[in-house]
């Protein structure tokens, strides 16, 4: 009698927890791509790497699948490096220290990488698998995501024979996602002058604000810490005088900043009117982002007395206007998809150096033509400021498709495995199927993933159940493309 061999569901956490065990932040994927040619060359496996760190492995299909069209197994190896305050981990040294709490997965102190670690591992399991029957598949292991698609952008499209493509790189369970925004990096340089200044010096925090995902999150209209730092400076200016040492806030431009800190000077006796203009401002910050962010604070710290390099008034008044006249959050609605945000804008990093304010924002539009207007609108403030504006890791729109083959048969394999109909998404948050779709004529392509929260945060966790089922879904999937 013969015996049916059962497949392991859970094999994708051992990869899981191997990729957490190898530093692998954005611009830092080189440890990651040679673990993943060892895996190949351990399985036999055609494998090539390019020179921007991105894999591509390929895999026959198994008995009865040698003719069956080929699939694309597509996930990003990098991830966002984040941790707590007073967490003292080297991310460019150290691996992840994964702790489970009941259904939940996350990384003692720090942020989890299952944006996309969790799909990496999934494509590693089915890859090592003699028992899980597919069609030809090729595993795409893509570089610098976070970072603006790097990765993706540099690729050698016609390395890829397949025209199906299953992402791996969402995060709620049932949701089918079928299209996404396009969007681009916009960094800004603003020229200023610092001269010496003497007075009583403090340090102010904004913080306690919750940040998030620049695309996912920013239709929760969360508090962003360098756009309230523009509005804390225009409330000093127009009640004293003040000069402007420091500034600085968030780490990346494609997360919502949580935390901005400024040091300044002051006259000696304005220091009860300057705790009074931050106490009354921390008031009406907390009043309108009632419900939304409940623990925004203003923290304030003398930092001693005496003279020091402080921004020029013209430069100080300068890097106000460009603050206040920044485009910030949602811009606009979608009037054809009910809840879709189409157009936004993220100031994700704000640097005051000796000669120059730097910015760095995420632009995203589900139009070419509205994620360019955007673009106009910040670089016209940089230079009409006498700055320098340049755009980097632009990448194009997913556009839904009416009809797709490859939809209605996940539709179908859900239903039947788990009773209820997924949920179709279009969504604002940039995801590398865009830049696959514009480079594959014809591909057919869903994005899946299994609940993943607070990404990009120090709060990310993975439901482990949810994990396991869609990589169920996945193995099912894979088993019904035969013709």
Same mark, same amino acid.
């Given at each position: ?32 791509? /040679? ?21 591509? %492995? ?11 069209? /080929?699939?694309?197994?597509? =996930?990003?190896? $990098? ?25 939940? *997965? ?8 299952? $944006? $996309? ?5 999934? %494509? ?67 020229? +200023? ?34 756009? *309230? ?5 225009? =409330? ?18 494609? =997360? ?51 003279? /020091? ?31 879709? +945000? ?32 955007? !673009? ?8 009409? *400021?006498?700055?320098?504006?340049? !755009? ?36 604002? !948050? ?13 591909? $057919? ?39």
């Amino acid at each position: 009698m013969k015996t049916e061999t059962k497949i392991d569901s859970q094999r994708f956490f051992y990869y899981f927890k191997k990729i957490s065990e190898i530093p692998r932040g954005s611009g830092d994927t080189g440890k990651i791509s /040679g673990f993943l040619m060892g895996f190949a060359e351990k399985q036999g496996l055609w494998a090539r790497r390019d020179e921007a760190d991105n894999v591509v %492995i390929r895999k026959p299909g198994t008995s009865g699948y040698e003719t069956a069209p /080929g699939v694309i197994l597509q =996930a990003h190896t $990098d991830m966002i490096c984040e941790k707590k305050p007073g967490v003292s981990h080297d991310f460019h040294n150290q691996g992840l220290q994964l702790k489970r709490e009941g259904d939940y *997965l996350y990384a003692e102190g720090t942020t989890l990488g299952g $944006d $996309d670690g969790i799909g990496v591992a999934y %494509i590693l399991a089915v890859l090592e698998s003699s028992e899980i029957p597919h069609p030809p598949l090729e595993a795409v292991f893509t570089a610098d995501e976070e970072i603006g698609m790097l990765g993706a952008g540099a690729l050698d499209m016609s390395l890829l024979r397949g025209r199906i493509l299953i992402n791996l790189d969402s995060e709620e369970e049932g949701h089918f996602l079928c299209g996404c925004a396009g969007g681009l990096t916009a960094s800004c340089t603003l020229p +200023v002058r610092f001269a010496e200044v003497s007075g009583k010096w403090f340090q102010v925090k904004i913080t306690g604000l919750k940040g998030g995902h620049s695309g996912n999150d920013i239709d929760k209209y969360r508090a962003n810490s360098d756009m *309230l730092a523009g509005r804390l400076l225009y =409330a000093l200016g127009r009640e004293m005088d003040f000069a402007l040492s420091e500034l600085t806030g968030g780490t990346k431009d494609n =997360a919502i900043p949580r935390e901005t800190r400024l040091l300044f000077a002051i006259d000696g006796g304005e220091e009860a009117h300057l705790k009074e203009i931050l106490g009354k401002l921390q008031e009406e910050l907390r009043t309108e982002y009632r419900g939304i962010e409940e623990e925004i604070r203003i923290e304030i710290s003398e930092a001693g007395a005496g003279t /020091g390099p402080a921004l020029h008034s013209s430069s100080l008044q300068k890097v106000i206007f460009f603050l206040m006249q920044m485009p910030g959050g949602v811009e606009k609605m979608s009037g054809e998809l009910e809840g879709l +945000v189409e157009t936004s804008c993220n100031l994700g990093i704000l640097e005051l150096g000796p000669q120059a304010l730097y910015a760095s924002l995420s632009v995203r539009s589900a139009l070419e033509s509205g994620k360019r207007a955007l !673009a106009d609108r910040i670089c016209y403030l940089t230079e009409f *400021l006498g700055g320098e504006y340049q !755009a980097s890791g632009t990448y194009p729109a997913w556009e839904y498709q009416g009809e797709s083959s490859l939809r209605k048969l996940m539709e179908e394999v859900w239903e039947k495995m788990y009773g209820t109909r997924p949920k179709i998404d279009v969504i604002h !948050a940039g995801v590398e199927c865009g830049l696959f779709y514009k480079g594959l004529e014809g591909l $057919d392509c869903v994005s899946i993933g299994p609940d993943l929260f607070n990404i990009h945060t120090t709060e990310e966790k993975l439901s482990v159940s949810s994990a396991e089922r869609v990589y169920e879904f996945l193995l099912k999937v894979l088993e019904k493309i035969k013709e």
